[in-house]
């Protein structure tokens, strides 16, 4: 007997939502639905998923106010999903300034809106399709990526801010998920935008079929992104190996044996440093490969450079990343200081903040001996108005005052 596109799909979605959940299944998962196409099928196939399961379903719809209807569009989403037993909320997003790029801009704050939105759920599933997939990929071949670029969208992403991304529509067609809301009876919404030429994306997408016709078609795509991880994850373990060898971590710095990095094939040199600046500076975005390749090419000169908020600088024979100073001084936040350093259990009139020129004055000489002075004042430390109190990453005895929210760097390689 012929299997339904119905059955097909929910087994095939079915599946792919175990695998992520592989330590048991959370209570509560969100989901996004703008009410078009894909994101429709996403819930129907979720729902038909998760009452079998016992997960609770939650509905976020973002309108993004830019366009005439929106808000009856979510309106309707609202409804649909109050006839098929689901909470929904919509959110509204209000703040753009009309700078910068308009596409790049909404994605953001769709991003920011669902962190703000999902309270204790930690899971949040996203609509993007196996054509998703290859747009991706092919403005990423536009920009000109290198293998990481080139594995596509993950089916199962971390976030910076902590939630899980789950994408258990990538093996699965626009056209295939049309068809299942055909046979549900389900209606959805097209967003004009997605016939706007201006939009880099919306031309990738016109230019599929006539590579179809070539024989490259999407499930190709899907091909490469899975063989461009698996050689990914071989280049970031060799990284991992090399930096057991020549590497250690200190404070708030990444200090490599200087001959043994560079003695290292480049690729792995490339690694390195751009997972090292991530990791120091807390930016999710890697740094463009020119800048990348300048930094390398500038060290191995012996001179210091700057990049991605950090400071890379040679020092008795080793190759130093540590945080630029003035990036340090933007936090607003009193108890953690840039990001991910938290003060535990601080009485309240105590703050963590850079070490500083005046705290590094502070210090017993000998504490100021072992780390040069750039990667000496910023290190995090514990003030009571202008007095140091405690230098945790400096002194042994004083770790527990501070907490590095961050995992070790060794495990970050792998986990980008």
């Known amino acids: 007997a012929t299997v339904s596109l119905t059955d097909l799909l929910n087994a095939k979605v079915a599946s792919q939502l175990d695998v992520a959940f592989p330590f048991g299944l959370p209570k509560h998962i969100g989901i996004a639905v703008s009410g078009g196409g894909d994101s429709m099928a996403l819930l129907h196939l979720t729902r038909a998923w998760a009452s079998v399961r016992d997960v609770t ?7 993004h106010d830019l366009r005439t209807g929106s808000a009856e569009e979510a309106a309707r989403v609202a409804q649909w999903c109050a006839d098929l037993g689901v909470s929904h909320t919509t959110r509204v997003w209000r703040d753009w300034d009309n700078s910068g790029n308009l596409q790049e801009a909404a ?4 991003y920011r809106i669902i962190n703000d939105w999902r309270g204790d759920i930690k899971h949040v599933l996203i609509g993007h399709t196996m054509d998703d997939q290859a747009e991706t990929l092919l403005l990423r071949l536009k920009r000109g990526s290198g293998v990481d670029g080139m594995t596509g969208m993950k089916p199962i992403a971390l976030h910076p801010s902590g939630m899980a991304l789950i994408r258990p529509l990538l093996n699965i067609t626009r056209q295939d998920l049309r068809d299942y809301l055909v046979a549900c009876d389900q209606p959805w919404f097209d967003d004009p935008s997605n016939d706007n030429v201006a ?7 016109q230019l599929l079929p006539q590579l179809k016709s070539a024989g490259i078609s999407l499930d190709r795509f899907a091909l490469m992104a899975t063989h461009m991880q698996r ?6 373990h060799t990284a991992q190996d090399v930096f057991q060898t ?6 708030t710095d990444l200090i490599f044996d200087q001959a043994g990095f560079f003695a290292t094939h480049s690729e792995t040199q490339s690694r390195l440093l751009s997972a090292g600046v991530r990791w120091i500076s ?24 700057c990049l991605h908020g950090c400071v890379i ?9 540590t945080r630029e100073y003035a990036a340090t001084q933007r936090s607003a936040d009193q108890t953690v200081w840039d990001g991910r350093w938290q003060g ?6 105590h703050s963590v903040q850079s070490l500083g020129e005046y705290g590094a004055s502070q210090l017993a000489s000998d504490m100021r001996r072992n780390v040069p002075f750039r990667s000496l004042h910023v290190q995090p430390a514990v003030f009571f108005e202008d007095t140091l109190l405690y230098a945790p990453t400096l002194n042994p005895m004083q770790r527990q005052f501070v907490q590095d929210l961050r995992i070790n760097f060794i495990d970050f390689i792998t986990s980008h």
Do not use: W
Not at 57 to 63: E, F, H, W
Not at 344 to 349: A, E, I, K, R, Y
């Open 199 to 205: 939009f880099d994306r919306i031309a990738m997408r």
């Open 246 to 251: 020549i590497g250690r971590q200190q404070g």
């Open 282 to 305: 807390g930016n999710a975005y890697r740094p463009r490969f020119e800048a990348l390749k300048r930094a390398l090419s500038e060290f191995q000169d012996g001179k210091t450079c």
């Open 231 to 236: 050689a990914k994850d071989a280049l970031d």
């Open 57 to 63: 379903l939650a509905v976020i719809t973002i309108d």
């Open 313 to 321: 600088y040679p020092h008795q024979n080793t190759l130093r990343i």
């Open 107 to 110: 994605r953001q704050a769709r």
């Open 344 to 349: 535990v259990d601080l009485p309240q009139d």
